[in-house]
């Protein structure tokens, strides 16, 4: 092996000087680029270092768009950059460029703590920034991390103080600049705004507020979005007074914003609100080889369409996306519809704003938006990067003039489409029989209709949402619902509260209240179940006496702190209405009665369930599907490992059979050497009477002999120890004969074989003196 090369301290210098003068003559490059008369069409004509063309290069960003040949040599001076662009024209390169230039000519270091913070309104935006700035970055030593809400705080807070670039959402990181003990924000060198209107509206204003004031003043700050807001209060929240403007500078006022794609189709259809669930099914029946999006006004609404049209089975596959759904299966469901080629999303406005979603063919807009910034954004999901896109918008006539006016002021005018009645289905059949049948569909509906209902009534153009003309009884009929569910009005102020109470952080909103004792609100909740918060909610009765007839309860809903009413007050039981109850009459029915074998022939054969969880109930033996085995690798990989696991648990288990086997053999022998010594005792004592002498000591010999056997005795030497208690057995018949030659005197012709025999047993009394003892010892010494 070749030895490697020792780096001396002269050629660490040599390359310390090497990369400063590189350093050196970015800065002078980027000093000298001029950024109006020069039109750099690729991202290696600007003054950016070979790590980040590199990493452009391998992420397949080689040309520039307008937005970054404008944006990125004004960020790469160091200015503040007020940018507004077009959907789907890669502001996100836009500023994620300058951001890794800014750190690298820094030197930046894990060591120097935060120097970048990106701020998106969406968690799905969150994460495709970050997945952006990992490709593009792959190159570079920084380290780079995403927060966002539904993901393990614990997690983010162990890894969070050595980040250099923070992505994430406004709540999660004014929670981690709250908790988490190494966040350092005194060195940032750039704050970067993405969809800056969003993030600086009502909804995120205090959140963004406090997220500024824990960063230091002096700063670069960025600012995009495709509709900017440019009020002076908005931009000096953000110390942001010498700024340079993009694709605004042009703009005198707010009203005149960026219009939508050149290559995007839009149209609109006038329907009735009652039929707009009609149109929806027919266009999706006649475009199946299409893949679309849905907006719908409310999650309600979107989990109602899907169940719904999922029953109906249009013949295509369908999704659903919003804001009340785990993290798990948000981004699940990004994933898949990334991938999908012809399927349909039912979604709200949760990816209405800068998701990159490849090759959107249509965006149907089932409800009118709020205003023309989001039909913009809305649309931006189709035509991105200069392709073809088509967009279509349901307005029900009250609508339709309000709402085309003001697109007519933002230069969009969409064509109008009418709808041919061959292709028009009614689903209206379909769907009372579901909720019908579905009492929970029944629930989904009243949702969806109180859901819609208050969206129109908060709304705060008047001329385009008319509240008092909705046609609600015919709407709920179209939904399947029997009638229109009563509902309970919120005042303005109380959905601005909520609107501002949406996105603001729990643990912020926990500690800014305080109770009239001076404990913090929500610190004594940790303990509370579930069903304690269930009954702590107010407007139990908002859904309607439909449902509540449904569960056999009947509410009044004018009461809010009423739970439950009972309908039957007089609860007296008379026994002379009860039917008369007649048990088996013969021997065979009461045995069929008692006979667990034969009600579970009348109701089926029970099966064991195993909870999850999620409380969800599954079989003990599930099988895996099809996916789920093909995500675990190849077949015979599979089977190899299976085998693999079977024969060691098979091999543990033979050890501790095998074990077992012989603590057995020992137990079995144990008690045949019991018996057999219990054998040669009786036989002793019976021969005791007779021979004291020979008789005795030859029983104590055998005695000790088996229990020496009992102690020894193990499954390797079964046969040398039942070897020895025979032979011990003969011992003592020996003893027993030799022992009547010594007393009779006479029988001097034995062999030389029990002579010896005779001698090993000597009958003696009990010594008295010591001429006794000397005696016995001579005699000892003779034999």
């Given at each position: ?20 003068d ?55 001076k ?159 929240r ?55 999006i849905?907006?719908?006004s409310?999650?309600?609404q ?88 088509k ?34 289905k ?10 019908f ?22 709304q ?11 046609p ?73 006496e ?59 054969n ?18 895996e ?46 008690k ?10 009786a ?94 010892t001579a ?5």
């Amino acid at each position: 092996m070749a030895r490697k090369q020792r780096v001396t301290t002269a050629t660490r210098k040599q390359l310390r000087q090497k990369e400063d003068d590189y350093l050196k003559k970015l800065e002078e490059q980027i000093e000298e680029y001029d950024a109006e008369n020069t039109k750099a069409a690729l991202f290696k004509d600007l003054p950016l270092s070979n790590n980040t063309i590199k990493g452009l290069k391998d992420s397949a960003f080689v040309k520039l768009t307008e937005i970054q040949q404008k944006s990125i040599p004004v960020s790469l001076k160091g200015h503040d950059l007020l940018a507004a662009a077009k959907t789907g024209s890669g502001k996100t390169l836009a500023f994620l460029v300058p951001v890794i230039e800014k750190l690298y000519r820094e030197k930046w270091t894990e060591f120097d703590g935060l120097g970048a913070l990106i701020v998106s309104p969406t968690r799905e935006l969150a994460m495709q920034i970050y997945e952006v700035l990992v490709k593009i970055g792959r190159y570079t030593s920084f380290s780079a991390g995403l927060v966002i809400g539904g993901k393990d705080v614990k997690f983010e807070l162990e890894r969070i103080s050595k980040i250099n670039v923070l992505v994430g959402t406004p709540g999660r990181i004014l929670q981690h600049m709250d908790q988490a003990v190494g966040l350092n924000t005194a060195n940032l060198q750039i704050l970067v705004l993405d969809e800056a209107d969003r993030c600086l509206d009502m909804g995120f204003k205090k959140t963004l507020d406090a997220i500024v004031s824990n960063l230091p003043p002096v700063r670069q700050t960025l600012l995009f979005s495709a509709t900017q807001s440019q009020s002076l209060a908005d931009l000096a929240r953000l110390s942001l007074t010498d700024y340079k403007s993009i694709g605004t500078a042009e703009i005198k006022d707010s009203k005149n914003l960026p219009a939508t794609p050149e290559t995007l189709q839009q149209s609109y259809i006038s329907v009735e609100l009652p039929d707009k669930l009609d149109i929806l099914y027919s266009f999706i029946k006649t475009h199946l080889k299409s893949k679309m999006i849905v907006f719908l006004s409310s999650s309600k609404q979107v989990h109602f369409v899907y169940e719904t049209f999922r029953k109906l089975q249009p013949g295509i596959s369908l999704m659903h996306l919003h804001g009340r759904q785990k993290q798990t299966a948000r981004t699940e469901t990004l994933d898949k519809f990334s991938r999908a080629q012809h399927t349909c999303l039912f979604a709200t406005d949760v990816v209405a704003r800068g998701i990159d979603f490849p090759a959107v063919d249509w965006v149907v807009q089932a409800d009118c938006p709020e205003n023309v910034d989001t039909y913009i954004h809305r649309v931006g999901r189709s035509a991105r990067y200069g392709k073809q896109g088509k967009s279509l918008i349901m307005l029900t006539p009250q609508e339709e003039e309000g709402f085309l006016k003001r697109l007519k002021q933002r230069h969009i005018e969409p064509n109008k489409l009418t709808i041919k009645q061959s292709r028009k289905k009614s689903i209206k059949p379909q769907l009372q029989s579901l909720l019908f049948q579905d009492p929970e569909l029944k629930y989904l509906g009243q949702k969806a209709f109180i859901s819609y209902v208050r969206s129109i009534y908060i709304q705060k153009d008047k001329e385009v949402f008319k509240f008092d003309e909705l046609p609600n009884e015919e709407f709920a009929n179209s939904l399947g619902l029997p009638g229109a569910p009563k509902i309970k009005m919120k005042g303005m102020k109380s959905v601005e509260r909520a609107k501002e109470l949406k996105n603001t952080s729990r643990q912020l909103l926990s500690l800014s209240k305080a109770n009239d004792d001076g404990d913090i609100v929500g610190a004594n909740k940790e303990g509370r179940t579930r069903i304690d918060k269930m009954f702590d909610r107010r407007n139990q009765t908002v859904l309607s006496e439909h449902y509540l007839n449904i569960t056999k309860a009947q509410a009044d809903a004018d009461e809010e702190d009423d739970f439950m009413t009972m309908k039957r007050q007089d609860h007296q039981i008379h026994e002379e209405e009860l039917p008369e109850l007649i048990g088996p009459t013969s021997k065979r029915a009461l045995r069929r009665a008692v006979s667990k074998k034969a009600s579970i022939a009348g109701k089926g054969n029970p099966s064991k369930l195993v909870f999850d969880d999620d409380g969800q109930s599954h079989p003990i033996y599930e099988l895996e599907g099809e996916e789920d085995f093909h995500a675990g690798g190849a077949a015979e990989d599979q089977k190899k490992s299976f085998i693999s696991k079977e024969t060691d648990v098979m091999q543990g288990r033979d050890i501790e059979d095998k074990k077992l086997a012989k603590e057995k053999r020992q137990e079995k022998k144990r008690k045949r050497l019991e018996a057999l010594r219990r054998e040669q005792e009786a036989e002793l004592d019976d021969e005791s009477g007779s021979d004291e002498g020979g008789s005795y000591h030859a029983s104590l010999a055998t005695r000790a002999n088996l229990s020496d056997d009992m102690q020894s005795a193990s499954e390797d030497e079964e046969q040398e120890t039942l070897h020895r208690s025979k032979k011990a057995k003969y011992s003592r018949h020996d003893s027993e004969e030799s022992s009547s030659d010594t007393d009779a005197g006479d029988r001097r012709g034995q062999s030389d074989t029990k002579k010896s025999a005779a001698r090993r047993v000597i009958e003696v009394q009990q010594p008295e003196s010591l001429e006794d003892l000397e005696s016995l010892t001579a005699q000892f010494l003779q034999n």
